[in-house]
């Protein structure tokens, strides 16, 4: 069965930082384009960073660029969205998204496959 897996999201105070990790199982991970979205309540779902597969190519929305990094590890079929300096704003369910392509990315859909998210809150 192939799926996605988030893990690492939880409650962090402003300034806080999170590492949310996306796993994949039944297949693997190097012929896909992989992307993080987020949705907060009653917002759309926005797309705010993607690597391409080779992790050469990667892309940020404005709202965390200079704040979130993502890297993948083929290796290991995971990519990681490291989140500093983290806001109130950013509080939202987040979710990994893999797209059958190479070299490229993007920020919004269609993509292949997706994971079942994990929740973001940023609090004090």
């Known amino acids: 069965q192939l799926q996605l897996v988030e893990s690492g999201g939880g409650l962090v105070q402003p300034g806080g930082s999170l590492r949310l990790s996306c796993a994949a199982s039944?297949?693997?991970?190097?012929?896909?384009?992989i992307g993080w979205f987020r949705q907060a309540p009653g917002k759309e779902r926005e797309g705010i960073s993607c690597?391409?597969?080779?992790?050469?190519?990667?892309n940020y929305a404005d709202s965390v660029k200079g704040r979130f990094t993502i890297t993948r590890d083929n290796a290991n079929d995971t990519v990681y969205l490291q989140m500093k300096s983290l806001k109130p704003e950013d509080t939202a369910v987040y979710y990994c998204?893999?797209?059958?392509?190479?070299?490229?990315?993007?920020?919004?859909?269609?993509?292949?496959?997706w994971g079942q998210g994990t929740q973001v809150t940023v609090s004090s």
């Open positions: 690597v391409g597969s080779t992790g050469g190519f990667k």
């Open positions: 039944g297949f693997t991970l190097n012929q896909y384009a």
């Open positions: 998204a893999a797209r059958r392509m190479f070299g490229l990315c993007h920020l919004s859909p269609p993509y292949d496959y």
